[in-house]
């Protein structure tokens, strides 16, 4: 092989000649290629165009043994060096000045590509042959192939590609596939290949690259039918090829000059495989498959229907109005379409259908857009005559497919074909649905209607033979058409809605979601149309068949919830209130028809014959039960009543209308099967349970039917009686029953105006009868029923069940009436019940079920719970006794059992006396109990515990959980609930279970939980008092309360901070401690209490100081984790800041304390100096300790740090946390000086290396960097080295600004973004004015003086607004000189951004400088203000640009500004406006048409479509001509193709309230300036200034012009400011501009105003005269 390499010749001969192998000629030429000493004339590109034309001959297998044997193609050798040819290709051409000096990429410089590969390196063969042999190989079965007549070139130049790309086009003999390497190297040579760089010299044609077209579509089809052959991994290589193949493939097509061709190749061979592709490839998830059909899609809608075909078919259908001419343009395309109905793929040619006409619609309102656009617009009901004549010729296309229909006549093979075709056609049918293609019309003759009458008729026949054949699949199908074609047409419909219900009440299992469906879209339909008679009487018809046998009705969608609940709120929205009386009067008929065995046309009408009726219906014994017959069930159509009622919105003008049928009802029906109560299963089913419910609901809904219903005497004597007196009562009767009675005992409460002793004890006796058959007292006997599930349903409501719909019914719903009427164990019961809340957990399994411990969740949360009567006190007796309960469970010694019983008697106390005052009555006071407890623990500290912790702690997980249920709901109840004394004895029973808690209980979830529990109620009732409750009593309960880290880390639970339960409680301990110290300090100027307090804080400090020096050693901050020595380093921590706190307060009241010293001597002022030395002490040793943990990770980090140094920096958090503590009490001790400050530039040191570690990272570290970076901003400027450093200053101020604008840029908690500007304003105060000057110009530069500067733009807006705003008055002078520059910035980053915040920043901004009176702008500044607000106004503002590349307002397009962006915006815009209305009239006078266009823009953010346009999704253009588009943005429809358009709302009312100050603010007059406001806030304040009368005069100028906007958006038919609330909020604004306006102005719109537009003025100015214009009168 090293001979072949000297000589060239030798060389060509190696690789060219037959005597050299094919892989010896790949080993020669890799040697080559590799080795840089090989020289050789032309190296690159010889070598590359033999590797070319060996696999490019191997693609064509021939006879000639000179050729390239075939499995060359294949050979992975030979296609990795091609990759690293190319490679070097684009590598080099990357950095050639030709194209740009692209800068290389890192994955090129990993590896190493060498730059001696030129950039002129040619290709002369055509490579296309070998990449579709590559791909033909994975479907050696292809059946498709190429036509050589198609593909044959002509004569010339072209000849030879021609050729090759004919050879390619034979199937391979080989059936071999290619393997995954080789796949990947061919995916990464065709990737590179299609790239820009290699595009000078690979320019295939279309017909040269058809065949890899075709093979790939081939490829993607096989892959798909053989997934268990190929893997994932080569599935998801062959998909990348693809995708980049069909891409190339769409833009030749969409380049390509003779669309002719086009559409002939693509409606031609490449149809079926583009149809069957796309369905086939759905089932690969990925990315790639998404882009394949797009890229599929694509092809379809550019080639298949381009303009130039659209205009083709537009002009055969005018000319010959004809669908055989038209078929006869696109002839091809509809015979391809056919032949695939016809073959095996007639799935997929269905499933294409629906695309296509999209696609021709689409393509066709694009076209009639852009000659509308130039001028040349045609008619539209002749371009929807086209589009719906298109749709016709695909309907008939499929439709002439379906096999004859005949009971008899259809087999299994022949129903799939009709099931398959009618899903085809009904996705055509939705198409023109979602599309608007389909004109309605009064005329039945026109040719639309006809159609789809005929197709209703299709549909209609297959729905009976449907049923006929009882095919689910086909009556699913059926009803789905015919939901589409009623929504379409309405009138369809009409004449088969009888024949339907039959169906709709009793479809097939796999028709049940589609009747429900059809049935919703019904109710819809004849709701709007204000035919709900119609729909409601149908259906009652046809519910008599079933009156008989309504289980069958059980399954019925039409009585599911999910259509009963829909109901309502159509009743609510479409049935007009005169048409109520005529409805229910056809309900009422019905129920009375079950009760007399007649026909319903034998009744007589309410109004005419009630009294005939009336004597017939009591007239003996009914037929029914003469004959002994089934029972007529009256549930049905109750259930539906029901709705109906719940619908109606009763006025009291229309409750005494519907009375006369109310008590028609009542007399006729529901009276008599009362009065004749029976015990029978059946009639409980069909006549009881139902009539309850009805009468439940008629009495919510009318209190005249219950006035004129049933009296007590009834209730009490009929109903009660026979309840009691028989047996054998259903669940369902029961709770119906339940709910009747506690309704009719609250409606007698709230009617009667005497409620007398007699009534009070019969409701009594009814609450009594619910609380009895409602079995509730099962529930303290087993406590797993507390979690037992119920689906709501009242017919399952057994068994367990029926407890939770009683606890429902009861105590969820009339809970006040059992407590009023109810006796005391009722409630206590109630109360015990709801005490059980949490013992059991509840089951996620039954999330959707209803549980007793969902109910009492829902109840404990709702304020009604806390306003029942008489239940109070039981319940919280309850809960106190429940925990003086558990103390006494968990005691073992006597004196413990002795403390159980002091707390156990202050709950028996609390029950008998309703004040404080009784607090003196009991033997025992809360100081003693909380005595006793010192007592206990210190008798418990005495002796060992190991032995009885572990005796008690066994047996206490029992115990634990009824602690946890107790803590957990009194953690719930708030603190008013509870009177004073209660709230004591809770603070007092909470001291105890602290001590009881870690004495007995493990530190594993339910001990962890009761304690952090037992701590918050604490925490919340000593900041109720702001006291320190009871730590104040006894040292040792402070100690109790410290000491609790040993306990809570004893186990893994505890010390992992599961759920983060231990950061809440280190956060709830360390907050009691903070409000503790806070108390005890402030009791040392109390003489009578001091002595107490020096004590507690003797045991804080001592405490401290033991914990320090060990603890700051050893914590170490992890997540989820909570270490013992943590938790002491966090709560020293905190006792330091209490006492900075106090030093603070205490400086600013020196007389105070230096009077105290007189009145409390020597003594006390001893012991103060004594607790300062300790609190010293303290100070020294938490510095010393954190400064030496400190500077041990700065020790270990590098100019790099690695994982393990980030780790450790990570572990100090808390130190780190506490060195600003360290800091502050140095500067409040005068100590300038300190040992401290130090250590900054090491922090600034530290930052710096944390910038780059903190991406890929948790938020700890990023939150670290933040801490680090804002004590280098506060603390450096004062520290030696920012003097004394060999670095002058501007390049540690530059360095230090680096840092902080990298860590502001990332992802930090808003309390670590308030801290970092902080520190920047502390940084500002402390800066010369030269360095402050330099800081101005870096931040208006950007940092693009500093390489390491990365800060996006809310970043930069962030400090630029802090800078220029929040500067000293000392500097105010260099941030003048730097106003122009800072404008024209914030217009560039206005310009360019597409953020809102940033936005909203940069408007807040130029608001704060408008009204700084300092700066004294001058007109031009003004003007560049304006200029910013008119660049927002400009369709062109980059926030209007969408995510994607499509035009804003087009039918893709997707907008992603919401309401809620765009309010904030205005309110913005609004700041601005009105401070420099405000502030700089003068400079405003020759600027005011700028801002009067911008006024008359911003009225356009309040209009919103109209909702007859916004139905039918048309009128969006006159939105989006709106002169301020960005503040209609949240206006305009969301466009899509998974769903209708949603049209947003206008701006709130908020924003036009600050529209009409604004306006206001122009007609102001006559008010002098006395003072500016700061920011962008209103004019408030103190200070007000308001536009002079010149300025007044010169918008009276204007005026008009703002006003005839208005005026002209309110005339639109498209779109105006519609909603009240916003003409309501802008009056005010506009009567100003009234105020503005002489008669001139008014004349002169009256001119310019057409006649709607003359007519609101006329209005609006009548009404200024009115309510607004003062007259002196």
């Given at each position: 092989?090293?001979?072949?390499?000297?000589?060239?010749?030798?060389?060509?001969?190696?690789?060219?000649?037959?005597?050299?192998?094919?892989?010896?000629?790949?080993?020669?030429?890799?040697?080559?290629?590799?080795?840089?000493?090989?020289?050789?004339?032309?190296?690159?590109?010889?070598?590359?165009?033999?590797?070319?034309?060996?696999?490019?001959?191997?693609?064509?297998?021939?006879?000639?043994?000179?050729?390239?044997?075939?499995?060359?193609?294949?050979?992975?050798?030979?296609?990795d060096?091609?990759?690293?040819?190319?490679?070097?290709?684009?590598?080099?051409?990357?950095?050639?000045?030709?194209?740009?000096?692209?800068?290389?990429?890192q994955?090129?410089?990993?590896?190493?590509?060498?730059?001696?590969?030129?950039?002129?390196?040619?290709?002369?063969?055509p490579?296309?042959?070998?990449?579709?042999?590559?791909?033909?190989?994975?479907?050696?079965?292809?059946?498709?192939?190429?036509?050589?007549?198609?593909?044959?070139?002509?004569?010339?130049?072209?000849?030879?590609?021609?050729?090759?790309?004919?050879?390619?086009?034979?199937?391979?003999?080989?059936?071999?596939?290619?393997?995954?390497?080789?796949?990947?190297?061919?995916?990464?040579?065709?990737?590179?290949?299609?790239?820009p760089?290699?595009?000078?010299?690979?320019?295939?044609?279309?017909?040269?690259?058809?065949?890899?077209?075709?093979?790939?579509?081939?490829?993607?089809?096989?892959?798909?039918?053989?997934?268990?052959?190929?893997t994932?991994?080569?599935?998801?290589?062959?998909?990348?090829?693809?995708?980049?193949?069909?891409?190339?493939?769409?833009?030749?097509?969409?380049?390509?000059?003779?669309?002719?061709?086009?559409?002939?190749?693509?409606?031609?061979?490449?149809?079926?495989?583009?149809?069957?592709?796309?369905?086939?490839?759905?089932?690969?998830?990925?990315?790639?498959?998404?882009l394949?059909?797009?890229?599929?899609?694509?092809?379809?809608?550019?080639?298949?229907?381009?303009?130039?075909?659209?205009?083709?078919?537009?002009?055969?259908?005018?000319?010959?109005?004809?669908?055989?001419?038209?078929?006869?343009?696109?002839?091809?395309?509809?015979?391809?379409?056919?032949a695939?109905?016809?073959?095996?793929?007639?799935?997929?040619?269905?499933?294409?259908?629906?695309?296509?006409?999209?696609?021709?619609?689409?393509?066709?309102?694009?076209?009639?857009?852009?000659?509308?656009?130039?001028?040349?617009?045609?008619?539209?009901?002749?371009?929807?005559?086209?589009?719906?004549?298109?749709?016709?010729?695909?309907?008939?296309?499929?439709?002439?497919?379906?096999?004859?229909?005949?009971?008899?006549?259809?087999?299994?093979?022949?129903?799939?074909?009709l099931?398959?075709?009618?899903?085809?056609?009904?996705?055509?049918?939705?198409?023109?649905?979602?599309?608007?293609?389909?004109?309605?019309?009064?005329?039945?003759?026109?040719?639309?209607?006809?159609?789809?009458?005929?197709?209703?008729?299709?549909?209609?026949?297959?729905?009976?033979?449907?049923?006929?054949?009882?095919?689910?699949?086909?009556?699913?199908?059926?009803?789905?058409?015919?939901?589409?074609?009623?929504?379409?047409?309405?009138?369809?419909?009409?004449?088969?809605?009888?024949?339907?219900?039959?169906?709709?009440?009793?479809?097939?299992?796999?028709?049940?979601?589609?009747?429900?469906?059809?049935?919703k879209?019904l109710?819809?339909?004849?709701?709007?149309?204000?035919d709900?008679?119609?729909?409601?009487?149908?259906?009652?018809?046809?519910?008599?068949e079933?009156?008989?046998?309504?289980?069958?009705?059980?399954?019925?969608?039409?009585?599911?919830?999910?259509?009963?609940?829909?109901i309502?709120?159509?009743?609510?929205?479409?049935?007009?209130?005169?048409?109520?009386?005529?409805?229910?009067?056809?309900?009422?008929?019905?129920?009375?028809?079950?009760?007399?065995?007649?026909?319903?046309?034998?009744?007589?009408?309410?109004?005419?014959?009630?009294?005939?009726?009336?004597?017939?219906?009591?007239?003996?014994?009914?037929?029914?039960k003469?004959?002994?017959?089934?029972?007529?069930?009256?549930?049905?159509?109750?259930?539906?009543?029901?709705?109906?009622l719940?619908?109606?919105?009763?006025?009291?003008?229309?409750?005494?209308?519907?009375?006369?049928?109310?008590?028609?009802?009542?007399?006729?029906?529901?009276?008599?099967?009362f009065?004749?109560?029976?015990?029978?299963?059946?009639?409980?089913?069909?006549?009881?349970?139902?009539?309850?419910?009805?009468?439940?609901?008629?009495?919510?809904?009318?209190?005249?039917?219950?006035?004129?219903?049933?009296?007590?005497?009834?209730?009490?004597?009929?109903?009660?009686?026979?309840?009691?007196?028989?047996?054998?009562?259903?669940?369902?009767?029961?709770?119906?029953?339940?709910?009747?009675?506690?309704?009719?005992?609250?409606?007698?409460?709230?009617?009667?105006?005497?409620?007398?002793?007699?009534?009070?004890?019969?409701?009594?006796?009814?609450?009594?009868?619910?609380?009895?058959?409602s079995?509730?007292?099962?529930?303290?006997?087993?406590?797993?029923?507390?979690?037992?599930?119920?689906?709501?349903?009242?017919?399952?409501?057994?068994?367990?069940?029926?407890?939770?719909?009683?606890?429902?019914?009861?105590?969820?719903?009339?809970?006040?009436?059992?407590?009023?009427?109810?006796?005391?164990?009722?409630?206590?019961?109630v109360?015990e019940?709801?005490?059980?809340?949490?013992?059991?957990?509840?089951?996620?399994?039954?999330?959707?079920?209803?549980t007793?411990?969902?109910?009492?969740?829902?109840?404990?949360?709702s304020?009604?719970?806390?306003?029942?009567?008489?239940?109070?006190?039981?319940?919280?007796?309850?809960?106190?006794?429940?925990?003086?309960?558990?103390?006494?469970?968990?005691?073992?010694?006597?004196?413990?059992?002795?403390?159980?019983?002091?707390?156990?008697?202050?709950?028996?106390?609390?029950?008998?006396?309703?004040?404080?005052?009784?607090?003196?009555?009991?033997?025992?006071?809360?100081?003693?109990?909380?005595?006793?407890?010192?007592?206990?623990?210190?008798?418990?500290?005495?002796?060992?515990?190991?032995?009885?912790?572990?005796?008690?702690?066994?047996?206490?997980?029992?115990?634990?959980?009824?602690?946890?249920?107790?803590?957990?709901?009194?953690?719930?109840?708030p603190?008013?609930?509870?009177?004073?004394?209660?709230?004591?004895?809770?603070?007092s029973?909470m001291?105890?279970?602290?001590?009881?808690?870690?004495?007995?209980?493990?530190?594993?979830?339910?001990?962890?939980?009761?304690?952090?529990?037992?701590?918050?109620?604490?925490?919340?009732?000593?900041?109720?008092?702001?006291?320190?409750?009871?730590?104040?009593?006894?040292p040792?309960?402070?100690?109790?309360?410290?000491?609790?880290?040993?306990?809570?880390?004893?186990?893994?639970?505890?010390?992992?901070?599961?759920?983060?339960?231990?950061?809440?409680?280190?956060?709830?301990?360390?907050?009691?401690?903070?409000?503790?110290?806070?108390?005890?300090?402030?009791?040392?100027?109390?003489?009578?209490?001091?002595?107490?307090?020096?004590?507690?804080i003797?045991?804080?400090?001592?405490t401290?100081?033991?914990?320090?020096?060990?603890?700051?050693?050893?914590?170490n901050?992890?997540?989820?984790?909570?270490?013992?020595?943590?938790?002491?380093?966090?709560?020293?921590?905190?006792?330091?800041?209490?006492?900075?706190?106090?030093?603070?307060?205490?400086?600013?009241q020196?007389?105070?304390?230096?009077?105290?010293?007189?009145?409390?001597?020597?003594?006390?002022?001893?012991?103060?100096?004594?607790?300062?030395?300790?609190?010293?002490?303290?100070?020294?040793?938490?510095?010393?300790?954190?400064?030496?943990?400190?500077?041990?990770?700065?020790a270990?980090?590098?100019?790099?740090?690695?994982?393990?140094?980030?780790?450790?920096?990570?572990?100090?958090?808390d130190?780190?946390?506490?060195?600003?503590t360290?800091?502050?009490?140095?500067?409040?001790?005068?100590?300038?000086?300190?040992?401290?400050?130090?250590?900054?530039?090491?922090?600034?040191?530290?930052?710096?290396?944390?910038?780059?570690?903190?991406?890929?990272?948790?938020?700890?570290?990023?939150h670290?960097?933040?801490?680090?970076?804002?004590?280098?901003?506060?603390?450096?400027?004062?520290?030696?080295?920012?003097k004394?450093?060999?670095?002058?200053?501007?390049?540690?101020?530059?360095?230090?600004?680096?840092?902080?604008?990298?860590?502001?840029?990332?992802?930090?908690?808003?309390?670590?973004?308030?801290?970092?500007?902080?520190?920047?304003?502390?940084?500002?105060?402390?800066?010369?004015?030269?360095?402050?000057?330099?800081?101005?110009?870096?931040?208006?530069?950007?940092?693009?003086?500093?390489?390491?500067?990365?800060?996006?733009?809310?970043?930069?807006?962030r400090?630029?607004?802090?800078t220029?705003?929040?500067?000293?008055?000392?500097?105010?002078?260099?941030?003048?000189?730097?106003?122009?520059?800072?404008?024209?910035?914030?217009?560039?980053?206005?310009?360019?951004?597409?953020?809102?915040?940033?936005v909203?920043?940069?408007?807040?901004?130029?608001?704060?400088?408008?009204?700084e009176?300092?700066?004294?702008?001058?007109?031009?500044?003004?003007?560049?203000?304006?200029?910013?607000?008119?660049s927002?106004?400009?369709?062109?503002?980059?926030?209007?640009?969408?995510?994607?590349?499509?035009?804003?307002?087009?039918?893709?397009?997707?907008?992603?500004?919401?309401?809620?962006?765009?309010?904030?915006?205005?309110?913005?815009?609004?700041?601005?406006?009105?401070?420099?209305?405000?502030?700089?009239?003068?400079?405003?006078?020759?600027?005011?048409?700028?801002?009067?266009?911008?006024?008359?823009?911003?009225?356009?953010?309040?209009?919103?479509?109209?909702?007859?346009?916004?139905?039918?999704?048309?009128?969006?253009?006159?939105?989006?001509?709106?002169?301020?588009?960005?503040?209609?943005?949240?206006?305009l429809?969301?466009?899509?193709?998974?769903?209708p358009?949603?049209?947003?709302d206008?701006?709130?009312?908020?924003?036009?309230?600050?529209?009409?100050?604004?306006?206001?603010?122009?007609?102001?007059?006559?008010?002098?300036?006395?003072?500016?406001?700061?920011?962008?806030?209103?004019?408030?304040?103190?200070?007000?200034?308001?536009?002079?009368?010149?300025?007044?005069?010169?918008?009276?100028?204007?005026?008009?012009?703002?006003?005839?906007?208005?005026?002209?958006?309110?005339?639109?038919v498209?779109?105006?400011?519609?909603?009240?609330?916003?003409?309501?909020?802008?009056?005010?604004?506009?009567?100003?501009?009234?105020?503005?306006?002489s008669?001139?102005?008014?004349e002169?719109?009256?001119?310019?105003l057409?006649?709607?537009?003359?007519?609101?003025?006329?209005?609006?100015?009548?009404?200024?005269?009115?309510?607004?214009?003062?007259?002196?009168?």
């Open positions: 092989m090293e001979d072949n390499l000297n000589s060239s010749e030798a060389f060509a001969k190696a690789l060219k000649g037959f005597q050299t192998s094919a892989s010896d000629k790949i080993r020669l030429a890799r040697e080559a290629w590799d080795r840089a000493d090989v020289i050789l004339p032309h190296k690159q590109e010889f070598l590359l165009e033999w590797l070319c034309s060996a696999l490019v001959k191997s693609s064509t297998p021939s006879k000639n043994p000179k050729d390239a044997p075939s499995n060359v193609i294949l050979d992975l050798a030979y296609w060096l091609l990759k690293e040819m190319f490679n070097g290709i684009t590598y080099s051409r990357r950095r050639h000045k030709k194209y740009g000096s692209i800068q290389p990429r994955q090129d410089i990993k590896l190493g590509m060498p730059d001696s590969q030129g950039p002129g390196v040619l290709l002369r063969v490579v296309i042959p070998m990449f579709t042999a590559v791909v033909q190989k994975l479907s050696p079965q292809s059946t498709a192939t190429t036509d050589p007549k198609a593909t044959a070139p002509k004569q010339g130049k072209k000849s030879k590609q021609g050729a090759a790309t004919e050879q390619t086009s034979s199937s391979a003999s080989s059936t071999e596939s290619p393997s995954l390497q080789v796949l990947e190297s061919v995916t990464n040579c065709f990737e590179m290949l299609s790239g760089l290699m595009s000078e010299w690979f320019q295939p044609t279309l017909e040269q690259y058809t065949p890899l077209a075709q093979a790939t579509l081939e490829a993607l089809i096989e892959i798909t039918s053989q997934t268990t052959k190929i994932a991994e080569k599935q998801g290589v062959i998909m990348k090829l693809a995708q980049i193949v069909l891409d190339r493939f769409k833009r030749l097509v969409i380049i390509q000059p003779n669309q002719k061709k086009v559409f002939s190749l693509l409606a031609g061979k490449m149809f079926e495989l583009m149809v069957r592709a796309r369905v086939s490839i759905r089932q690969i998830p990925g990315v790639s498959q998404e394949c059909q797009d890229a599929i899609g694509a092809i379809m809608r550019t080639g298949l229907f381009h303009q130039e075909h659209l205009q083709e078919y537009t002009a055969g259908y005018t000319a010959g109005k004809d669908e055989k001419s038209i078929q006869s343009y696109h002839k091809q395309l509809f015979d391809q379409i056919a695939m109905i016809k073959s095996d793929h007639a799935a997929e040619a269905l499933d294409v259908m629906p695309v296509l006409l999209k696609y021709f619609v689409e393509e066709s309102r694009r076209k009639q857009r852009s000659l509308a656009s130039s001028g040349f617009e045609r008619g539209m009901d002749n371009a929807r005559d086209t589009e719906f004549a298109f749709f016709k010729i695909l309907y008939v296309l499929a439709k002439k497919q379906l096999p004859r229909i005949g009971k008899d006549e259809l087999s299994e093979s022949s129903l799939d074909q099931v398959l075709i009618m899903n085809g056609l009904n996705g055509l049918l939705s198409s023109v649905l979602d599309l608007n293609m389909y004109q309605p019309s009064n005329n039945e003759e026109e040719d639309q209607y006809v159609f789809m009458s005929t197709s209703f008729n299709t549909i209609n026949s297959c729905l009976n033979t449907a049923q006929d054949l009882s095919s689910g699949r086909l009556q699913s199908t059926s009803l789905a058409g015919i939901m589409t074609l009623s929504q379409l047409d309405d009138r369809l419909l009409k004449p088969h809605l009888d024949s339907l219900w039959p169906i709709l009440l009793k479809p097939s299992p796999e028709a049940m979601e589609a009747s429900l469906e059809l049935a879209t109710l819809e339909i004849y709701g709007k149309s204000s709900l008679k119609i729909f409601l009487s149908s259906l009652l018809s046809a519910l008599r079933y009156t008989t046998q309504p289980e069958q009705l059980k399954q019925s969608p039409l009585f599911s919830r999910a259509f009963l609940d829909i309502p709120s159509n009743i609510r929205s479409y049935l007009p209130l005169p048409q109520a009386p005529t409805i229910l009067d056809i309900f009422v008929t019905e129920l009375m028809t079950l009760d007399n065995s007649m026909e319903i046309e034998d009744l007589e009408s309410l109004e005419d014959a009630g009294h005939k009726k009336k004597r017939k219906l009591n007239s003996g014994k009914s037929k029914e003469e004959t002994g017959s089934t029972i007529r069930s009256a549930e049905p159509i109750i259930a539906i009543f029901i709705q109906f719940k619908g109606l919105r009763i006025t009291a003008n229309q409750e005494k209308q519907l009375n006369k049928e109310f008590q028609a009802l009542f007399n006729h029906f529901l009276k008599n099967i009065e004749n109560l029976d015990n029978s299963e059946s009639y409980q089913s069909h006549r009881l349970t139902p009539a309850l419910q009805l009468h439940y609901t008629l009495c919510k809904a009318s209190t005249q039917y219950w006035k004129c219903g049933m009296s007590m005497e009834f209730v009490m004597k009929r109903l009660i009686k026979t309840f009691k007196d028989k047996a054998n009562w259903s669940d369902a009767a029961v709770l119906t029953m339940n709910r009747v009675v506690l309704q009719h005992a609250h409606l007698t409460l709230c009617s009667a105006e005497m409620f007398d002793d007699d009534l009070a004890e019969n409701c009594k006796e009814l609450v009594r009868f619910t609380m009895k058959t079995r509730l007292k099962r529930l303290l006997d087993d406590e797993t029923l507390l979690t037992a599930p119920w689906d709501g349903q009242l017919e399952h409501a057994t068994g367990s069940a029926f407890l939770v719909a009683s606890w429902q019914i009861q105590v969820n719903d009339w809970l006040d009436i059992v407590c009023r009427f109810g006796t005391k164990q009722h409630m206590e019961l109360a019940v709801i005490a059980r809340q949490f013992n059991i957990l509840a089951d996620n399994s039954t999330r959707d079920s209803i007793i411990h969902k109910l009492n969740q829902i109840l404990l949360r304020a009604n719970f806390y306003e029942v009567p008489n239940f109070r006190p039981i319940f919280a007796q309850r809960i106190l006794h429940g925990l003086a309960t558990s103390i006494s469970a968990l005691s073992e010694s006597e004196l413990e059992r002795q403390l159980a019983s002091t707390i156990s008697s202050f709950t028996d106390v609390g029950v008998s006396f309703k004040d404080s005052s009784a607090l003196s009555t009991p033997k025992s006071t809360f100081s003693d109990a909380l005595q006793m407890l010192v007592q206990v623990i210190q008798q418990q500290s005495a002796k060992s515990k190991t032995k009885s912790k572990s005796k008690a702690r066994s047996s206490s997980s029992e115990q634990g959980l009824k602690l946890l249920s107790l803590l957990s709901i009194m953690h719930l109840l603190l008013e609930y509870f009177e004073k004394f209660e709230r004591n004895i809770i603070l029973t001291a105890v279970l602290d001590y009881y808690i870690q004495r007995y209980l493990a530190a594993d979830q339910i001990g962890t939980r009761c304690l952090l529990l037992e701590r918050r109620i604490s925490n919340a009732i000593m900041t109720w008092r702001n006291d320190a409750g009871v730590l104040s009593q006894d040792a309960l402070l100690s109790t309360l410290l000491n609790y880290a040993a306990w809570n880390c004893s186990l893994e639970y505890g010390g992992k901070d599961q759920d983060g339960i231990g950061s809440s409680m280190l956060h709830t301990t360390c907050s009691m401690v903070e409000g503790s110290c806070r108390y005890y300090l402030a009791q040392i100027s109390d003489q009578k209490h001091s002595e107490g307090a020096f004590a507690h003797d045991t804080l400090l001592s401290a100081l033991g914990w320090a020096s060990d603890a700051l050693k050893a914590s901050f992890t997540d989820h984790s909570i270490s013992e020595p943590r938790i002491k380093v966090v709560i020293i921590s905190r006792i330091c800041q209490s006492f900075i706190q106090y030093l603070e307060f205490h400086q600013h020196k007389l105070k304390r230096s009077k105290s010293k007189e009145e409390h001597g020597s003594s006390t002022e001893a012991k103060v100096d004594e607790m300062w030395k300790t609190v010293g002490k303290l100070f020294d040793t938490v510095q010393a300790r954190t400064s030496e943990r400190i500077k041990k990770v700065i270990g980090f590098g100019s790099s740090p690695s994982d393990g140094h980030v780790e450790e920096a990570q572990k100090c958090m130190h780190f946390e506490t060195f600003k360290l800091v502050q009490y140095r500067q409040l001790k005068g100590e300038t000086k300190h040992s401290c400050l130090d250590l900054v530039p090491d922090l600034f040191k530290l930052a710096k290396a944390l910038v780059p570690s903190m991406e890929n990272r948790s938020h700890d570290v990023a670290l960097a933040a801490i680090l970076t804002g004590y280098s901003c506060e603390y450096l400027a004062s520290s030696k080295a920012w004394a450093s060999d670095k002058p200053v501007e390049k540690y101020l530059q360095e230090l600004l680096v840092v902080l604008v990298s860590v502001s840029a990332q992802k930090l908690q808003e309390k670590d973004m308030a801290m970092l500007k902080s520190s920047y304003q502390s940084l500002l105060s402390q800066l010369s004015e030269e360095h402050f000057e330099m800081l101005l110009q870096w931040l208006l530069k950007e940092g693009r003086d500093i390489e390491e500067a990365s800060m996006d733009e809310l970043t930069l807006v400090y630029l607004d802090i220029f705003l929040g500067a000293h008055h000392t500097q105010k002078r260099k941030v003048r000189r730097q106003i122009s520059k800072l404008l024209t910035r914030l217009i560039q980053i206005i310009q360019s951004s597409q953020s809102v915040p940033v909203v920043g940069v408007l807040d901004m130029m608001a704060g400088i408008c009204s009176t300092s700066f004294e702008l001058r007109s031009w500044e003004i003007g560049l203000v304006l200029e910013c607000i008119t927002l106004m400009s369709p062109a503002t980059p926030l209007l640009s969408p995510s994607s590349s499509t035009p804003f307002g087009s039918e893709d397009s997707s907008n992603g500004l919401t309401n809620q962006d765009t309010a904030k915006i205005f309110n913005a815009l609004y700041h601005v406006l009105i401070n420099i209305a405000r502030f700089r009239q003068e400079e405003l006078t020759t600027l005011i048409p700028v801002f009067t266009a911008i006024l008359q823009g911003m009225f356009h953010g309040f209009k919103s479509l109209h909702a007859s346009i916004a139905k039918k999704q048309q009128g969006v253009e006159s939105l989006i001509k709106s002169p301020f588009m960005l503040l209609s943005a949240g206006v429809p969301e466009s899509g193709a998974s769903g358009s949603v049209v947003g206008p701006l709130p009312v908020e924003c036009a309230e600050n529209f009409a100050r604004l306006l206001t603010a122009l007609g102001s007059k006559g008010v002098s300036h006395t003072g500016g406001s700061s920011g962008n806030q209103d004019s408030s304040g103190g200070n007000s200034f308001t536009i002079t009368t010149d300025a007044s005069k010169a918008f009276g100028k204007h005026a008009p012009y703002i006003l005839m906007e208005y005026f002209t958006i309110q005339s639109s498209a779109a105006s400011i519609s909603q009240q609330s916003l003409r309501n909020a802008l009056v005010p604004g506009l009567y100003s501009l009234l105020n503005l306006c008669d001139w102005e008014r002169m719109m009256m001119v310019g057409d006649n709607t537009g003359k007519t609101l003025l006329k209005g609006l100015y009548a009404d200024y005269l009115k309510y607004h214009k003062y007259t002196g009168r």
